[in-house]
């Protein structure tokens, strides 16, 4: 495996060290490394390159718990609807991604760019963005919560992932 390091003179963000590295392959795969998940890699890129997708982006199914009553009013202010402490569901970003050459070369070299300005200016440009649901498992211990949890099952975490403890 053949790895490529970015050293940065100043913080770059998320994808902005990537137009330090002159000898990109077509499409790679780009990684956080803060996140433990069973996802088959070779399948991930394999849908990218298949789609001629620019862009494609794990995501993961995510349970975010509001720990307040909500209210829901009408414009004169009335109470139309209530739901206490609701548990809502979102795609977000695994910190897993597939990109093509072509992106990371239309961006400026040396400067700041994150996954985020990729995703809002890839949407403003109509880039082909390809989102892979995975529904395996995943966990970002970047989070202090997940980090703990990491700690507190990493016998069942390494069991999953196949990895001796």
């Known amino acids: ?20 590295i002159p ?3 077509e499409d ?3 990684m956080n ?7 088959d890699y070779r399948l991930f890129f394999e849908k990218h390159t298949k789609e001629h997708a620019e862009v494609s982006v794990a995501a993961f199914s995510r349970d975010v718990k509001i ?22 569901q ?3 970003s695994m910190g897993i991604y597939c ?8 961006l400026p070299k040396g400067r700041p760019y994150g996954f985020d300005n990729l995703m809002i200016d890839g949407i403003a440009e109509g ?18 919560e997940d980090y703990q949890s990491a700690n507190d099952n990493y016998e069942d975490i390494f069991n999953r992932l196949g990895v001796d403890c």
């Not at 990109?99 to 239309?106: A, M």
């Open 23 to 25: 000898d990109l392959p």
């Open 28 to 30: 790679f795969l780009v």
């Open 99 to 106: 990109l093509n050459r072509s992106v990371v070369d239309k």
């Open 90 to 92: 979102y795609d977000v």
């Open 67 to 88: 720990d307040f009553g909500v209210l829901k009013c009408n414009s004169e202010g009335r109470l139309v609807e209530f739901q206490e402490k609701p548990s809502l």
């Open 127 to 144: 880039k082909k963005i390809s989102i892979n649901k995975f529904k395996g498992y995943w966990l970002d211990i970047g989070r202090a």
């Open 33 to 39: 490394g803060d996140i433990l998940c069973d996802l």
């Open 1 to 20: 495996i053949k790895i490529d390091y970015s050293l940065e003179d100043m913080p770059l963000s998320t994808i902005g060290p990537l137009t330090l």
